[in-house]
């Protein structure tokens, strides 16, 4: 039997802002950077589960609620939302050009590396 799975949208950080705030809400902000990197730089209201630790912890996470990904410039990122949406996850966004280009565009409070 095929399965559809729902499209991948991007949403830049500035988009992600005027949608649902900072801190976010209304959805899950998903950042699935490595434990260093999360202590070097981090997004009030994400949720840390490190790429590889996704599957395995994939009932921690709403399929029916809106799911951001985040990585550190965007590639990691998509590849989880990619397969959250293979999951089921229905509305899943990739934040394009992740944390790097939150501290850009939209808080320069939160360290760039």
């Given at each position: 039997?095929?399965?559809?799975?729902?499209?991948?949208?991007?949403?830049?950080?500035?988009?992600?802002?005027?949608?649902?705030?900072?801190?976010?809400?209304?959805?899950?902000?998903?950042?699935?950077?490595?434990?260093?990197?999360?202590?070097?730089?981090?997004?009030?209201?994400?949720?840390?589960?490190?790429?590889?630790?996704?599957?395995?912890?994939?009932?921690e996470?709403d399929?029916?609620?809106?799911?951001?990904?985040?990585c550190?410039?965007?590639m990691?990122?998509?590849?989880?939302?990619?397969?959250?949406?293979?999951?089921?996850?229905?509305?899943?966004?990739?934040?394009?050009?992740?944390?790097?280009?939150?501290?850009?565009?939209?808080d320069?409070?939160?360290?760039r590396?």
């Amino acid at each position: 039997m095929a399965t559809t799975t729902s499209p991948v949208r991007e949403i830049t950080p500035k988009e992600f802002e005027s949608r649902w705030g900072t801190p976010p809400t209304g959805l899950t902000l998903l950042d699935v950077r490595e434990p260093w990197e999360v202590a070097t730089a981090h997004v009030e209201g994400s949720i840390h589960m490190p790429m590889e630790q996704v599957p395995s912890r994939l009932a921690e996470l709403d399929p029916n609620a809106a799911v951001v990904v985040m990585c550190h410039g965007g590639m990691r990122s998509l590849q989880v939302a990619q397969y959250l949406a293979g999951q089921g996850f229905a509305d899943v966004y990739n934040l394009s050009g992740g944390i790097d280009a939150w501290s850009q565009e939209v808080d320069s409070a939160v360290p760039r590396y």
